[in-house]
């Protein structure tokens, strides 16, 4: 994509609540604001997919629901029964998490099944699958896309929003090498900025979540081309993962990863993200 329009941007976003504090005021809302910016869809918690549904109905925007979230550490029958409840009650889209531990584990089987269960419990709406990649080394990022398209998934996620840092470039632009062209990509958590989703989208990104959507599309004019099409050139080391790795946060070899993968990052001279 050489340039983004305000039109073409509303359409790749799932505009997101999925805190636990957001009761059915908050809900309301968010459909609101989905129905009059003409957001892709909204994505909340199951508990009010039926609410979201009735608040949406005839809008044209659709309702993602989250299953195993946000952790993915349950049971591929619990997280099947829950997406399935989701499209009964009117769920067009299902937002998994896999078993992360399974994957860092090298039990890819397991991860793959983990999946299937979801996809054929959700049938007819489509699946997403979040990798979590906070947690993930570059090939186990490559090993997770791959399970979830054999698996039957139509899209691959980074992240939940809840882990220890959200969507980075480099993370989407390696799922999209993975995954090919027919398999849709989605960038979440962190995205709070038309340069962001930019950012994102010009990796490969064909959805975004957020929850700052009214703001981001605020930024675009309502006609006519959006950002330029070669952002500007800036320390790579300030968009990715290795400046956010967390010892606190993340798994000890996840985070020595991640440290080495860039020797000359800011973050070594104690700097923070612009």
Not at 170 to 178: A, I, N, Q
Not at 233 to 249: L, T
């Given at each position: ?89 009117g ?22 099944d ?29 090993a ?25 470039p ?9 995954v ?52 500007e ?17 993340q ?23 612009s």
């Open positions: 994509m050489t340039d983004l329009s305000r039109d073409a941007l509303v359409k790749m976003i799932d505009h997101t609540e999925l805190r636990a504090s957001a009761g059915e005021k908050r809900i309301a809302e968010l459909c609101g604001e989905a129905r009059a910016f003409r957001f892709h869809a909204v994505c909340v918690n199951g508990a009010y997919a039926r609410f979201a549904a009735a608040e949406l109905e005839g809008s044209g925007v659709l309702v993602c629901v989250v299953a195993g979230f946000p952790l993915g550490a349950g049971t591929s029958a619990a997280k099947a029964f829950e997406a399935g409840e989701a499209v009964r009650n769920a067009a889209e299902i937002d998994m998490v896999l078993n992360v531990g399974a994957l860092r584990d090298g039990r890819r089987g397991l991860v793959r983990d999946i299937r269960a979801v996809v054929e419990a959700s049938r007819p709406a489509l699946v997403k699958v979040i990798l979590e990649t906070c947690y993930l080394t570059d090939e186990e990022i490559v997770g896309s791959r399970l979830a398209v054999e698996a039957g998934a139509k899209f691959v996620k980074t992240s939940t929003g809840f882990g220890a840092f959200g969507a980075f480099d993370h989407v632009r390696l799922m999209r090498r993975t090919g062209p027919e398999i849709g990509v989605k960038a979440a958590g962190g995205i709070r900025t038309l340069r962001d989703a930019w950012r994102l989208i010009q990796a490969g990104a064909s959805r975004l979540g957020m929850s700052a959507s009214v703001a981001v599309v605020e930024g675009l004019p309502l006609e006519g081309p959006g950002p330029a099409a070669s952002p050139q800036e320390n790579p080391c300030h968009v990715c993962p290795s400046h956010f790795a967390n010892a606190d946060k798994p000890k070899a996840v985070y020595e990863y991640y440290r080495g993968k860039c020797t000359d990052c800011p973050h070594r001279a104690g700097s923070r993200r």
